[in-house]
């Protein structure tokens, strides 16, 4: 039996320890999960699920394919074969997604913990708790970390303890999603590892292009209030 508390401080310790190995990876891939986040965020809104830990589901599960089921990764369209079986067919992805949420265990949609560590812990027994029960960090969570260095299920209740996962782990993606967004948070509180750091060349609001629009804006600004 696996004590969850005790594993949501484990994998709390993990975070506040991470750091990147396959940062290159990770961005890339973080980065074609935000563009798709209106996806997610119209689950979220049935679900209650934090689109980021959706993203990172979608990306374990089926390497975002948006015709591989959250579930298992098996095709919406059709009555899926893989734990969980029998699920479908679907009319569309995201319906698809709220059914294996909502319907189907370990019923994330149901899970209220959604500080950091009960986020991470929510993702773990997604995929299993096996790992857990091992006393060992989940690839599912830490691959592409320093927390993960080998072991995995090859398959179902085979474990290689020489095995490494060639994916990234959802608390990779988390790190490289958080990159992109600072303001992603759980359950109100931002996850944080560094500060941002922004290079001050770059246009923003308050240093935009020169000859943009926003330029004009500040400028014109400037004038009325007469900053130099």
């Known amino acids: 039996m696996?004590?969850?508390?005790?594993?949501?401080?484990?994998?709390a310790k993990r975070w506040a320890?991470?750091?990147?190995?396959?940062?290159?990876?990770?961005?890339?891939i973080a980065s074609r999960l935000y563009k798709a986040r209106q996806r997610y965020q119209a689950v979220e809104r049935q679900t209650g699920v934090p689109w980021p830990a959706i993203a990172v589901i979608h990306e374990r599960e089926s390497s975002q394919n948006w015709m591989g089921s959250l579930a298992q990764g098996d095709p919406w369209n059709r009555v899926s074969v893989h734990v969980p079986a029998g699920r479908g067919p679907f009319d569309s992805w995201e319906a698809a997604a709220i059914d294996a949420l909502v319907n189907c265990p370990p019923f994330l949609a149901r899970h209220k913990d959604w500080s950091i560590a009960g986020a991470l812990t929510a993702l773990?027994?997604?995929n299993g708790i096996g790992y857990a029960a091992r006393g060992v960090a989940s690839p599912y969570l830490w691959?592409?970390?320093n927390q993960y260095h080998a072991g995995k299920y090859v398959?179902?209740?085979?474990?290689?303890?020489g095995k490494v996962d060639p994916q990234l782990g959802c608390a990779a993606l988390l790190l490289a999603l958080m990159e992109l967004d600072p303001g992603i948070s759980f359950a109100g509180v931002k996850i944080t590892k560094s500060p941002v750091i922004r290079d001050p060349n770059k246009p923003s609001l308050t240093n935009p292009s020169q000859g943009s629009i926003g330029a004009l804006?500040?400028?014109l600004i400037k004038t009325i209030f007469g900053r130099k």
């Open 2 to 11: 696996v004590d969850l508390n005790a594993l949501s401080r484990a994998n």
């Open 17 to 28: 320890n991470a750091k990147p190995t396959r940062e290159a990876e990770a961005a890339s």
């Open 124 to 126: 773990e027994t997604y």
């Open 143 to 145: 691959s592409g970390t």
């Open 155 to 161: 398959r179902d209740g085979i474990y290689d303890p």
């Open 217 to 219: 804006v500040v400028n």
